[in-house]
């Protein structure tokens, strides 16, 4: 018998994965026996691929389970289990007048100076909170609110106060008033993404320790950055995504690229043992400065390891982001590669129109370039797949209607749908498409017709070889 390692070994990853999911799904369900469970899931709009089947695997079992699933997610995202009975959507809309004020009494208090500014701010916030939040924040940042937190109090009149009519205009105005230190390191820090490692942050910021540190202070200290890890290596998460956006957005392109330049060549030495855990992260920066080559090798691995854990969605947009890459310049070579290559993951997810639409780009592009071997080896995809191309050709006299490969010496190896009996001639109208049941002539073997016609398709096989076909009918 195997030991529970070498069967491990002996699984495709296809099948780890779904043992994977059972496993964690049996956790919970063990722990719901012990005591009823409530699980906090934030952000799915981000979820990954095998978190969205963990989820959807492990809400199949609330039925019978003492669970509660809370998650969380911007508007317009509906989770995958979204149509199950069970599931109830709770939509968020922003504060009510009253919630407003009390949200505000918290963050001001109730000073008599400040009935006049909590109406303002009220009216123009229409009671979004993190709008609310960040504008209290950007009062006291230029002295129209003066104290601390829950005791402040008004320094000016209501006429005389300022309030961007956006929070992004809000968020920007707040960023634009840092000093000059203060304001790189927050550019530098969201060019990274919404959670920051100091020790990536490090690499990109040309500060000795004691200024970095200062500075993560400061920004905590304006709530522009929260510290939400400290051990195995101290991590930053930016308050709101939008404070992330709107500070990466206001930086210049050619000072975008070069940060993201800086983050590749920093993950590559940081992590140089163990680059595949980072290779997505290498990829998204690769692509963003513009360093097409290795963002194509980036990608091209990212591929590479979510298909090894059947991920193949994230897969297919690996693909498809090295495919645009590759317009930079065009390199045909690897732009078939990649037709290929999202050939393959189409046909494995069922997608058949997409994968005969990428086979097909890619086996004319090898032949093309006479790079036979691979126009084989998409040509054994497009076999496969049952993949046919619909166009017709004209086999000395025989209308063809397929043969995609029929242009390649090994006749055998096309895939061909051949009218068998008394085909006629194409005429200018068209081609004649006779009742007679087809064969399909695959790898030397048919399917479908009689014996007779096998025989017959063998007859036109060797007289006609490869001569004639590829003559397009219409």
């Known amino acids: 018998m195997l030991s529970d390692d070498e069967e491990w070994q002996t699984l495709d990853p296809l099948a780890r994965q779904q043992r994977t999911i059972e496993a964690i799904k049996q956790i919970f369900l063990q722990e719901s026996r012990e005591r ?14 095998a978190t969205q089947q963990l989820l959807d695997r492990l809400v199949s079992a609330f039925p019978t389970a003492r669970i509660m699933l809370l998650v969380t997610s911007r508007p317009g995202h509906e989770p995958d289990f979204g149509d199950r009975t069970y599931y109830t959507p709770l939509r968020l809309h922003p504060l009510a007048p009253t919630g407003a004020d009390d949200l505000l009494l918290g963050l001001l208090g109730n000073d008599a100076s400040l009935g006049p500014v909590k109406r303002a701010l009220i009216e123009r916030t229409q009671g979004n909170p993190f709008f609310l ?12 609110l003066i104290g601390p937190r829950g005791a402040r109090r008004s320094t000016r009149a209501v006429e005389a106060i300022d309030v961007p009519a956006s929070v992004q205009a809000l968020l920007a ?50 709530e522009f950055l929260y510290e939400t890890h400290s051990f195995p290596e101290p991590e930053y998460t930016f308050k709101h995504v939008l404070t992330q956006e709107v500070v990466y957005a206001g930086l210049l392109k050619e000072r975008r690229q070069a940060l993201h330049a800086r983050i590749v060549e920093a993950i590559e030495q940081l992590y140089a043992d163990r680059l ?13 400065a513009e360093q097409w080559s290795k963002a194509v090798t980036f990608l091209r691995h990212a591929c590479l390891r979510a298909f090894e854990r059947s991920m193949y969605r994230a897969a297919v947009a690996a693909w498809d982001e090295a495919l645009r890459c590759l317009e930079h310049p065009p390199q045909e070579g690897l732009v078939a590669h990649c037709h290929l290559g999202l050939g393959k993951l189409y046909r494995r997810t069922g997608k058949r129109e997409l994968a005969q639409e990428h086979l097909t780009s890619a086996t004319t592009m090898y032949r093309e370039m006479g790079m036979t071997y691979w126009v084989e080896q998409a040509g054994s995809e497009i076999r496969g797949a049952g993949v046919v191309d619909r166009r017709a050709f004209v086999v000395g006299g025989v209308v063809v209607l397929g043969a995609p490969l029929a242009v390649e010496p ?19 109208e068209g081609f004649f498409l006779p009742t007679a049941p087809a064969i399909t002539l695959q790898a030397g073997s048919m399917r479908g017709g009689s014996l007779q016609a096998l025989k017959e398709l063998q007859a036109i096989r060797d007289k006609y070889r490869t001569q004639d076909v590829g003559k397009p009918a219409f």
Do not use: F, M, N, Y
């Not at 009823?36 to 691929?49: F, M, Q």
């Not at 530098?188 to 690499?203: E, M, S, T, Y």
């Not at 910021?205 to 920004?219: V, Y």
């Open 36 to 49: 009823p469970l409530l699980l906090v899931v934030e952000d799915l709009h981000w979820a990954d691929v």
């Open 133 to 144: 939040e960040e504008s209290v924040q950007a009062l006291a940042e230029v002295g129209v």
């Open 173 to 222: 105005a707040r960023v634009d008033r840092l000093a000059s230190a203060d304001k790189e390191l927050l550019q530098a820090a969201a060019v990274i993404g919404k959670d920051v490692r100091v020790g990536l942050l490090r690499q990109i910021a040309d500060l000795t320790e004691q200024e970095l540190q200062s500075r993560l202070a400061s920004l905590q200290a304006g």
């Open 276 to 288: 595949p855990e980072h290779v997505a992260q290498l990829a998204h920066h690769a692509v963003q």
């Open 410 to 428: 090994q006749w055998e190896r096309s895939i061909a749908w051949v009218i068998p009996r008394r085909p006629r001639q194409v005429t200018e």
